[in-house]
């Protein structure tokens, strides 16, 4: 199974008229953050394929029509609608999963608070996210048999593709979760690539690292 994983940057590769025969054998899209709904939307009229994405720390106009408000039990529902089925043909997964042709995907975005912008997290904020999500994760390991398959997420895992700059250095947290859940992949952006020779993938307990900035596809083995 092919999964075109995306973030940062708009590749003339992916939003090319080409797309169709190049990622003709995708089966689905992982946004890791810092793009454009309109380029998700592109992605999904042309593959024609699920696409599941998060938020990193720029392009953040669309981000306050996701998140949760103090609002009455129908706008609730409308709110809930919009976020699952009306972003453009991409389904939103901050702080949630979704189960695609059997693969279990979490997804975590954000980045390293730094000057307290939108959907910055210190360390203490991020461990929290993730033990809100530790019944689903037993869910999974109860009826599936794994915790979880793949963590998308925005920022990298501190000391692993990370930068020395408090923005672009990585969660500890994204450490334990891989030491305690054993996700096969972590999926990240953030950290911008100029060179053939940097590195995009780091094993990291049994898990792999990989960075997607511009495109990578994943060759998914369940």
């Not at 720029?58 to 408000?69: D, T």
């Not at 990370?162 to 859940?181: I, N, Q, Y």
């Not at 996700?183 to 997607?212: A, W």
Request: with cysteine; aromatic share 14%; charged share 20%.
């Amino acid at each position: 199974m092919k999964i075109l994983c995306i973030a940062d940057h708009i590749d003339p590769l992916v939003y090319s008229a080409q797309i169709k025969e190049r990622f003709k054998d995708v089966q689905l899209v992982l946004g890791a953050g810092d793009l454009p709904i309109e380029y998700y939307s592109y992605i999904v009229s042309c593959l024609n394929v699920s696409l599941l994405f998060i938020f990193g720390n720029h392009n953040l106009s669309r981000l306050k029509h996701f998140q949760r408000h103090d609002t009455s039990p129908n706008e609730l529902i409308a709110e809930e609608n919009f976020r699952n089925q009306s972003a453009s043909g991409a389904t939103y997964l901050e702080d949630r999963q979704k189960k695609i042709k059997n693969v279990l995907v979490i997804g975590l975005g954000g980045s390293m608070r730094y000057n307290d912008g939108d959907h910055q997290f210190n360390e203490f904020q991020m461990y929290l996210r993730i033990f809100k999500l530790i019944p689903r994760l037993l869910w999974n390991r109860i009826f599936y048999g794994r915790w979880l398959d793949i963590l998308l997420t925005h920022a990298p895992p501190r000391g692993i593709h990370d930068k020395d700059d408090l923005c672009h250095t990585g969660f500890k947290a994204f450490l334990s979760f891989m030491a305690w859940f054993k996700p096969k992949y972590l999926v990240h952006g953030h950290i911008h690539l100029y060179n053939l020779n940097d590195v995009r993938k780091t094993l990291y307990k049994k898990t792999q690292v990989i960075n997607c900035y511009d495109h990578f596809v994943l060759e998914y083995t369940p």
